[in-house]
């Protein structure tokens, strides 16, 4: 599995970012996601998707404002960031779990293939 994140960068307040994760070698069973890491705190849980498609899974933070969503024809899953906050500033990553259960979706230690991350700054 390969995952290659792009579409971070400086934003003000109020503003929308998109970003994008093109992913290699995944299986319909997995589970793709994306959590954040701010300086000196653990790497969240952002939101998450079946790759097959269906329900998707939203941390209570971002829920309305945070949209994840997948290209079928070039393997990209997306992060619609809307409403951004000072507070989202962070370090994104892309992880998928090949053998993804509903339980598990929202841990981290689910996740067995990630990406480089892509930073994101919100300035207020």
């Known amino acids: 599995v390969q995952l290659v994140e792009s579409g971070g960068g400086l934003v003000h307040a109020g503003d929308s970012l998109r970003l994008s994760c093109v992913a290699a070698g995944v299986l319909r069973t997995s589970a793709v996601a994306w959590f954040r890491q701010a300086p000196g705190k653990e790497r969240a849980f952002v939101a998450a998707?079946?790759?097959?498609?269906?329900?998707?899974y939203y941390a209570d933070s971002v829920k309305g404002r945070f949209i994840i969503s997948r290209e079928n024809t070039t393997n990209t899953v997306y992060l619609q960031m809307n409403g951004l906050e000072p507070e989202d500033t962070a370090m994104y990553y892309c992880?998928?779990?090949?053998?993804?259960?509903?339980?598990?979706?929202?841990?981290?230690?689910?996740?067995?293939?990630w990406g480089q991350g892509t930073q994101v700054t919100v300035s207020s």
């Open positions: 992880a998928v779990d090949l053998a993804a259960h509903p339980n598990t979706l929202t841990h981290r230690r689910s996740y067995n293939y």
């Open positions: 998707m079946w790759w097959s498609g269906g329900n998707r």
